[in-house]
């Protein structure tokens, strides 16, 4: 109980580990729909990173959308650069498992994408996922420019409408601008299509978001 307490308090500069310059190492290609998973991306597609919960499971959620092109998993919102997963199972590296997706605006709109994420998880469990305890499991959105930034942020506070009115708690997703998405080890890069057995922890709160 006391190691699930200290793995739920994000560390500060002075406690985090301290990483390294170099990246993982990276197959560059989605095992699924064969497109790149690191840029350069076609131009006319678009990225988006969101958290919520172990991403094994989460990947799957997106890459499954019709309109996503590509997607992987990786680190984002803490203080080690370059960890490896391990480090982050620590919980003293401040980063979240998180997805990167990309699609194509014209299949496929950001709020569709919101709208997977709201529903495909409970946010407002602050740093857990279901039986996952941890900073690394805390939900969030992490938007590359303002308008996905102001959708993100009319998106929560509509889902809070709802699930206030189903009698559920505050939402604790945070909403930050991205800084860093730092690549996870290949072996995580869509993990369940080559394990279809493997894990995954997700489960929503049965509100839709409609």
Not at 17 to 24: A, F, I, N, S, V
């Given at each position: 109980?006391?190691?699930k307490y200290i793995k739920s308090i994000?560390?500060?500069?002075?406690?985090?580990?301290?990483?390294?310059?170099?990246?993982?190492?990276?197959?560059?290609?989605?095992?699924?729909?064969?497109?790149?998973?690191?840029?350069?991306?076609?131009?006319?597609?678009?990225?988006?990173v969101f958290a919520l919960g172990c991403f094994w499971g989460a990947e799957?959620?997106?890459?499954?959308?019709?309109?996503?092109?590509?997607?992987?998993?990786?680190?984002?919102?803490?203080?080690?650069?370059?960890?490896?997963?391990?480090?982050?199972?620590?919980?003293?590296?401040?980063?979240?498992?998180?997805?990167?997706?990309?699609?194509?605006?014209?299949?496929?709109?950001?709020?569709?994408?919101?709208?997977?994420?709201?529903?495909?998880?409970?946010?407002?469990?602050?740093?857990?996922?279901?039986?996952?305890?941890?900073?690394?499991?805390?939900?969030?959105?992490?938007?590359?420019?303002?308008?996905?930034?102001?959708?993100?942020?009319?998106?929560?506070?509509?889902?809070?409408?709802?699930?206030?009115?189903?009698?559920?708690?505050?939402?604790?997703?945070?909403?930050?601008?991205?800084?860093?998405?730092?690549?996870?080890?290949?072996?995580?890069?869509?993990?369940?299509?080559?394990?279809?057995?493997?894990?995954?922890?997700?489960?929503?709160?049965?509100?839709?978001?409609?």
């Open positions: 109980m006391i190691l994000l560390p500060g500069p002075e406690t985090a580990l301290p990483g390294r310059d170099t990246e993982q190492p990276l197959l560059n290609q989605h095992y699924v729909t064969g497109h790149l998973i690191r840029e350069p991306f076609d131009e006319s597609w678009q990225v988006a799957r959620k997106f890459w499954q959308l019709s309109g996503v092109v590509s997607s992987a998993v990786g680190y984002t919102a803490g203080l080690t650069p370059n960890p490896t997963y391990d480090e982050v199972c620590t919980g003293l590296t401040a980063h979240t498992e998180a997805v990167k997706v990309i699609f194509d605006p014209a299949h496929v709109r950001y709020e569709q994408l919101l709208k997977v994420f709201w529903e495909s998880h409970n946010p407002t469990q602050g740093m857990r996922q279901g039986n996952d305890v941890g900073t690394q499991y805390r939900s969030g959105i992490y938007t590359l420019n303002a308008e996905q930034h102001a959708q993100a942020l009319a998106s929560r506070d509509h889902y809070q409408q709802k699930l206030s009115s189903r009698g559920l708690p505050e939402i604790t997703t945070e909403i930050l601008a991205l800084e860093h998405f730092y690549y996870a080890e290949t072996y995580h890069q869509q993990y369940l299509a080559k394990n279809p057995s493997g894990y995954c922890g997700l489960g929503g709160c049965a509100v839709d978001y409609d």
